[in-house]
């Protein structure tokens, strides 16, 4: 489809849902071998085992409360996103949430609350989290403002209801920024896609709040720019194992260890690959490498999804697939009707 096609549009929130749903059977495994995913991937195209279904977690739970608050007011509301996440939270908790962010969801939870960023703002003795569960939901941002300025503010805003670090939000804008131009159909130019990345975070980095966290984490004076860096150097090699991109960006459960990670998946699957079977397509091909980088499978896969789904749009997904995933078939009617708010805007 064209730019903002509503293939796209169902392609990313889809997409965000499997990778979720699959990458759930391998999170926290420290060493996925390929075989073990192509393993449980083809058990999902056989019928006959009836798998059932694979239930999603803590990512797409919260990124379905972040659809149906844009949905329902028209737009960015953080009480209202506030309330449905800690009323989601109470009503399944046993979703695979951080251990960190539950204490910012139960207080969320009380209606004598007046502001809502402050729990967020309380974790780990003031810092705030700089876990990737702000970048796991950040996807809706991008399928619901057409304007670039609304994207980066609002995912920044909708992220630090939990998470009030900047390497925390700051993954966020990133992961909604490679949707949004996703969405666009920048993947069709690779190089200029991630210069594009490079020159937005630049700005978005720029600023004290981001120098002062970098500074006390011991990171890059703009951590998100770096490790873009890195993923344009490895974009430019030939051959690169899991290993190296493990070590060069990180699979675990920080958003500056995983968000430029999911980006690189996405990247370096735009073409065939040796290790991935030569009948995948590309978003296949996305998820599959995504899991078999181990660590945070499930959000990794989600946000690559996200990305990958805005790119190759929803024919790319295979039928069998989308029918093991708890919540996909919602995804993709709620992507109608993000795709009709984006238009009316
Ligand atoms: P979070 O805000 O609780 O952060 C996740 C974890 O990161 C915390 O529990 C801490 O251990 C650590 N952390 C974050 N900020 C700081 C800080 N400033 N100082 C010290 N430690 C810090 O949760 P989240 O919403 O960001 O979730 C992140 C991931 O954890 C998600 O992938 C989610 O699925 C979940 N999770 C991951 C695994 C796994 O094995 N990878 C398992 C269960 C749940
Ligand atoms: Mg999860
Ligand atoms: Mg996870």
């Known amino acids: 489809?064209?730019?903002?096609?509503?293939?796209?549009?169902?392609?990313?929130?889809?997409?965000?849902?499997?990778?979720?749903?699959?990458?759930?059977?391998?999170?926290?495994?420290?060493?996925?071998?390929?075989?073990?995913?192509?393993?449980?991937?083809?058990?999902?195209?056989?019928?006959?085992?009836?798998?059932?279904?694979?239930?999603?977690?803590?990512?797409?739970?919260?990124?379905?409360?972040?659809?149906?608050?844009?949905?329902?007011?028209?737009?960015?509301?953080?009480?209202?996103?506030?309330?449905?996440?800690?009323?989601?939270?109470?009503?399944?908790?046993?979703?695979?949430?951080?251990?960190?962010?539950?204490?910012?969801?139960?207080?969320?939870?009380?209606?004598?609350?007046?502001?809502?960023?402050?729990?967020?703002?309380?974790?780990?003795?003031?810092?705030?989290?700089?876990?990737?569960?702000?970048?796991?939901?950040?996807?809706?941002?991008?399928?619901?403002?057409?304007?670039?300025?609304?994207?980066?503010?609002?995912?920044?805003?909708?992220?630090?209801?939990?998470?009030?670090?900047s390497l925390g939000y700051n993954g966020a804008v990133l992961q909604a920024l490679a949707v949004h131009l996703s969405l666009q159909g920048a993947l069709d130019l690779p190089q200029q896609f991630i210069s594009r990345l490079i020159t937005e975070m630049e700005e978005v980095e720029g600023n004290e709040a981001t120098r002062n966290d970098a500074r006390i984490l011991k990171e890059a004076e703009k951590p998100f720019c770096e490790r873009l860096h890195r993923v344009q150097d490895l974009m430019d090699r030939s051959k690169v194992s899991i290993e190296e991109v493990i070590s060069e960006l990180g699979n675990g459960i920080a958003a500056l260890h995983s968000v430029p990670t999911a980006i690189f998946c996405v990247l370096h699957c735009l073409q065939p690959r040796e290790c991935l079977p030569e009948k995948y397509g590309g978003l296949e091909r996305t998820i599959t490498y995504s899991l078999a980088l181990g660590g945070d499978t499930d959000t990794i896969a989600c946000m690559a999804g996200a990305i990958a789904g805005a790119h190759y749009g929803i024919e790319a997904i295979p039928q069998t697939w989308i029918k093991c995933c708890e919540g996909a078939e919602d995804a993709d009617m709620n992507a109608e009707r993000l795709h009709m708010l984006y238009h009316q805007s």
């Open 1 to 165: 489809g064209g730019p903002a096609s509503l293939s796209r549009f169902r392609g990313s929130l889809v997409a965000a849902v499997l990778g979720d749903c699959v990458g759930g059977e391998f999170e926290g495994a420290e060493e996925v071998p390929m075989e073990s995913v192509l393993q449980h991937l083809s058990s999902l195209d056989d019928e006959s085992k009836g798998n059932g279904i694979l239930e999603y977690s803590d990512d797409t739970a919260m990124a379905r409360c972040v659809v149906q608050s844009l949905l329902t007011r028209a737009g960015f509301d953080e009480r209202d996103m506030a309330r449905r996440f800690a009323k989601e939270y109470s009503a399944s908790p046993g979703r695979g949430y951080g251990s960190g962010v539950i204490q910012v969801l139960k207080k969320l939870s009380s209606p004598q609350l007046s502001d809502v960023y402050q729990p967020a703002r309380d974790q780990f003795n003031g810092r705030g989290s700089f876990g990737n569960g702000g970048a796991m939901r950040a996807a809706p941002f991008a399928l619901a403002f057409p304007d670039l300025a609304d994207v980066k503010r609002f995912a920044r805003l909708g992220a630090m209801l939990t998470h009030s670090c």
